[in-house]
């Protein structure tokens, strides 16, 4: 796999062909994954993280700021080192999730992400409880980071047979500039849902053993729709 990895990075001229390839791997790996635990997530991250580190080292190679892509400049000179000082005692977490090109994602839409260390949302009426002294840094595969603004649990509606119940989504991060909600596989695993990811289905059960949501494969990834209670806050 990382021989396979390498390869596509020597090969790859470009930072857009690059990321295109890197994509794609991902999706070849999210469609093996079969079934996923905490260390399944894990292992996830470390494949990602060594991806990312690879990527570093070929834009080294082609003579670019191995942080930004840049040409013309090195690491040291990087003006992204300004913010990444002042933000450096923060909390991070990661969103090593790839863009699929020009998609978009619809408000009800939650993505399933294994290598993602947390649940996110862009929509703070989602929140009935936000902890806006919660700031933290959310690294992208790119090496790019965007601010989360605040903390705090959704509450969505679920259906049981034909009764609807409430259930909260505990420690969501509030990230303004993030272009989708995320459900953290890894997150979820810890409070007690089990996740099974075959190629083309997902499927989420409850800590009681109910089937919570499931997701056939797309484009856009497995993802769930939920119906959020909007707190009033
Ligand atoms: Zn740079």
């Not at 009800?108 to 989602?126: A, F, G, I, R, V």
């Not at 002294?133 to 790019?144: L, Q």
């Not at 494969?217 to 769930?224: H, K, P, V």
């Amino acid at each position: 796999m990382y021989y396979f990895v390498w390869g596509l990075l020597k090969e790859a001229n470009e930072q857009a062909k690059l990321e295109k390839r890197l994509e794609q791997v991902k999706i070849a790996e999210v469609k093996r994954i079969s079934s996923s635990s905490s260390s399944r997530v894990k292992q996830d991250c470390d494949k990602l993280n060594s991806m990312r580190v690879m990527m570093m080292r070929s834009r080294h190679e082609r003579g670019e700021c191995i942080q930004c892509g840049g040409k013309g400049h090195v690491f040291k000179d990087c003006s992204k080192n300004q913010s990444r000082n002042e933000e450096e005692a923060l909390p991070e977490y990661q969103m090593l999730a790839f863009n699929v090109g020009p998609v978009t994602f619809d408000k009800d839409m939650w993505m399933l992400y294994t290598t993602t260390s947390n649940h996110m949302t862009p929509y703070d009426k989602y929140f009935t409880t936000l902890d806006r002294t919660h700031r933290a840094r959310i690294k992208f595969i790119t090496g790019d980071s965007i601010m989360s603004e605040g903390i705090g649990d959704v509450r969505i509606m679920t259906k049981e047979g034909n009764k609807k119940k409430n259930k909260t989504i505990k420690n969501v991060l509030f990230v303004p500039k993030i272009d989708r909600n995320v459900l953290s596989v890894g997150q979820m695993t810890q409070a007690g849902y089990g996740i099974v990811m075959t190629a083309h289905k997902c499927t989420v059960e409850d800590q009681a053993g109910r089937l919570f949501g499931e997701s056939m494969w797309e484009e856009r990834g497995f993802f769930l729709r939920l119906e959020v209670v909007e707190g009033n806050l």
